[in-house]
T-cell receptor, first 114, second 113 residues
Framework: GAGVSQSPSNKVTEKGKDVELRCDPI?????LYWYRQSLGQGLEFLIY????????KSGLPSDRFSAERTGGSVSTLTIQRTQQEDSAVYLC????????????FGPGTRLTVT | DAKTTQPNSMESNEEEPVHLPCNHS???????IHWYRQLPSQGPEYVIHGLTSNVNNRMASLAIAEDRKSSTLILHRATLRDAAVYYC??????????????FGKGTHLIIQP
């Protein structure tokens, strides 16, 4: 079946511009996660959605980052006024539910801020 | 999530078994042991997870020590495609998923042909 998809696969933007990254989770998965991986760094958890519930935003690196999930399915991660340190691969994962269940990751969006 | 310790890198030969160790001496009773791997230029891929008993699936086996303070991921017959960074992660079921996965540096597995 279809896995987690993300778009775009690559995004180059100028410093100061806003960007939107999209994630389509596996159908039926209620839990959705965003992570980022900077060059040579480990994966950093950003935010978690469970169904239609409001997410805990405390893991987002700054107030320039926001995320939403419409209808309990597709999610968008928005970065406003991008900075060079935002350059990273942004990964989305979904799971059948929260808790101990395995997460399925998408291929990621590589963001480059020039 | 509790901390795990893994070797930075390991090397093995193709078609031989590989045993990847993980220490988690501060594991709590509600922590599941998860393994993920990340192939070059790809997102992480789930491998296996367990709580107390050893687990087997089509990809690997997970051997969990009786005191749960360590575990070993076993690839029964390594192929070149298994070359990746392997992450051992503790997942507290009490967290309900809200804390995401905490990835450490993992073990870089090198497979020699």
């Amino acid at each position: 079946g279809a896995g987690v998809s993300q778009s775009p696969s690559n995004k180059v933007t100028e410093k100061g511009k806003d960007v939107e990254l999209r994630c389509d989770p596996i159908s039926g998965h209620t839990a959705l996660y965003w992570y980022r991986q900077s060059l040579g760094q480990g994966l950093e958890f950003l935010i978690y959605f469970q169904g239609n519930s409001a997410p805990d935003k405390s893991g987002l690196p700054s107030d320039r980052f926001s995320a939403e999930r419409t209808g309990g399915s597709v999610s968008t991660l928005t970065i406003q006024r991008t900075q060079q340190e935002d350059s990273a691969v942004y990964l989305c994962a979904s799971s059948i539910d929260g808790g101990p269940y395995e997460q399925y990751f998408g291929p990621g969006t590589r963001l480059t801020v020039t | 999530d509790a901390k795990t310790t893994q070797p930075n890198s390991m090397e093995s030969n193709e078609e031989e078994p590989v045993h990847l160790p993980c220490n988690h001496s501060t594991i709590s009773g509600t922590d599941y042991i998860h393994w993920y791997r990340q192939l070059p230029s790809q997102g992480p891929e789930y491998v296996i997870h367990g709580l107390t008993s050893n687990v087997n699936n089509r990809m690997a086996s997970l051997a969990i020590a009786e005191d749960r303070k360590s575990s070993t991921l076993i690839l029964h017959r390594a192929t070149l495609r298994d070359a990746a960074v392997y992450y051992c992660i503790l997942r507290d079921v009490a967290g309900g998923g809200a804390d995401g996965l905490t990835f450490g540096k993992g073990t870089h597995l090198i497979i020699q042909p």
